[in-house]
C-alpha cells in the first residue's frame, strides 16, 4: 500500500491525494481525491468573484506495473476515472456564472519510485475527456479575451472537452 500527496498542488491552492492498494504484483488500485481553490481565478483583475472557484473530485483507477515487481521502482500504465464539480463566478458589468459536474476517464503513464524508507515517489502525466454531465455556464461578451472562455470555463455547446493533468506526488508505503 502507498499514500501519496501533491507536491506542488499547495502551491496552487489545491489537496491531491492518491491511496494505492495492492492487487496483485503488477496490478494497483488506486483511489484519487482532489479538492481545490483556484487563487488565480480568486485574483485576477476581469472583476469581482461572485461564485468562488472551487473543483473537487474523487475517483477510481487500475495501475498496470510491467515489471509484475510489486511496490518497486517501475514504469506504469494507468485506466482513471473520476466524478467532480466545479464552480466559478465574477462580475464585470454583468454576471458571469460557471458551474459544472463531469466524469472524466484519463490514460496515465508514469514511474513510481519507492525507497528503503518508504518513502514513495511518484512521476505521471495523463490525457481523456471531461464528459459534463450537468453544467451552467452564462454567456460572455465576445470581447472577453480568450483565457476566459477557453481555459476558466466549460465550453457552453460542447458536452465533451479534452483533458490533461500531471502529477508528482511525496508519500509513503508499507
Known amino acids: 500500500m502507498a499514500f501519496g500527496v501533491s ?4 502551491l496552487l491552492g489545491a489537496l491531491d491525494v492518491v491511496y494505492q492498494i495492492k492487487l496483485r504484483e503488477n496490478l494497483l488500485l488506486t ?9 488565480v ?6 472583476g469581482t468573484v461572485t461564485r468562488s472557484p472551487l473543483t473537487f473530485y474523487g ?3 487500475a495501475k498496470y506495473l510491467p515489471s509484475n ?4 521502482n517501475s514504469f506504469y ?18 454576471l458571469y456564472d460557471s458551474m459544472a459536474w463531469m466524469l472524466t476517464p484519463t490514460v496515465r503513464l508514469g514511474w513510481d519510485w519507492y525507497l528503503a524508507s518508504g518513502l514513495y515517489l511518484s512521476l505521471g502525466a495523463g490525457i ?4 459534463y454531465v450537468k453544467k451552467k455556464n452564462s454567456k460572455l461578451p465576445k470581447a472577453t479575451d480568450f483565457l476566459h472562455k477557453r481555459f476558466f470555463l466549460p465550453p457552453r455547446s460542447r458536452a465533451v472537452a479534452f483533458a490533461m493533468d500531471g502529477e508528482f506526488l511525496l508519500g509513503y508505503s508499507w
Not at 515487481?69 to 518497486?72: A, H, I, Y
Open 41 to 46: 481565478k480568486a485574483i485576477a483583475k476581469w
Open 31 to 39: 483511489i484519487p481525491v482532489h479538492a481545490s481553490y483556484d487563487l
Open 59 to 61: 475517483g477510481l483507477g
Open 69 to 72: 515487481n510489486g511496490l518497486n
Open 7 to 10: 507536491a506542488t498542488g499547495a
Open 128 to 131: 481523456g475527456l471531461d464528459i
Open 77 to 94: 500504465l494507468e485506466g482513471r476515472l473520476t466524478f467532480g464539480y466545479s464552480q466559478f463566478g465574477f462580475r464585470h458589468e454583468k
